[in-house]
């Protein structure tokens, strides 16, 4: 029931673009994206709402296909700051309102 | 910035002693969760809360306990600590309603020798 990301680990220059994706075996109400550096906490960059709502950070895009059950985050021009592993979290609705399943996490590395 | 707090940071124990680990938050969030991560690996909901005396077990097993008895508080217990607890404990919480984040604490690294 994990969702499962791909690619597992990236590795970019300075200014080049990059896709993570996000898969679900179960249905999505929504998804969220967060950026974990090394010994820090996850920090918030996007969430994607069922029928087309999005909040999150001007520079960071993301899309939600909920009858693939899907989710992609792009990264564009990417800066040496955005190194970190990225997690997505599905989110389901009735019962589990809220309630978060993480992926497995892609780490992301941007080099000079 | 996000006011949700953490206590100890690290905590280095030995087997079979209790321990509570801390979690406070001061934006006065309905919703708040527990997660367990080894490092380089995904975080796993251990349990969640969205309300004061409601607390209910996560998607990975875990003997620890929690309580929510007040709104801006949520503690963590392990009655009796063993190696196999070794791990970075994350609370977080997030306001009601779907759209809205969940704000991480800067966690608690436990190591139980």
């Known amino acids: 029931q994990q969702p499962v990301q791909s690619p597992q680990a990236v590795i970019l220059r300075e200014g080049e673009d990059a896709v993570i994706n996000c898969s679900s075996s179960?249905?999505?109400?929504?998804v969220h994206w967060y950026r974990q550096k090394h010994g820090e906490a996850p920090v918030f960059l996007m969430i994607?709402?069922?029928?087309?709502e999005q909040k999150g950070h001007e520079k960071i895009s993301a899309s939600f296909n909920e009858k693939k059950q899907q989710s992609s985050l792009y990264l564009t021009a990417s800066q040496l700051s955005y190194s970190g592993t990225y997690f997505c979290?599905?989110?389901?609705?009735?019962?589990?309102?809220?309630?978060?399943?993480f992926g497995q996490g892609t780490i992301l590395t941007v080099h000079p | 910035e996000a006011d949700i707090y953490q206590t100890p940071r690290y905590l280095v124990i030995g087997t079979g002693k209790k321990i509570t680990l801390e979690c406070s938050q001061t934006?006065?969030?309905?919703?708040m969760y527990w997660y367990q991560q080894d490092p380089g690996m995904e975080l796993h909901l251990i349990h969640y809360?969205?309300?004061?005396?409601?607390?209910e077990k996560g998607d990975l097993s875990s003997e620890s306990t929690v309580s929510r008895i007040r709104t801006e508080h949520f503690p963590l217990t392990l009655e009796s600590a063993r190696p196999s607890h070794t791990s970075q404990y994350l609370c977080?919480?997030?306001?009601?309603?779907?759209?809205?984040?969940?704000?991480f604490g800067p966690g608690t690294r436990l190591t139980v020798t």
């Open positions: 934006m006065g969030h309905d919703k």
């Open positions: 977080a919480s997030t306001p009601r309603g779907l759209s809205y984040e969940q704000y």
């Open positions: 979290g599905p989110g389901a609705g009735g019962t589990s309102y809220g309630k978060l399943t």
């Open positions: 809360s969205y309300g004061v005396n409601s607390t």
């Open positions: 994607l709402l069922k029928g087309g």
């Open positions: 179960k249905a999505l109400y929504s």
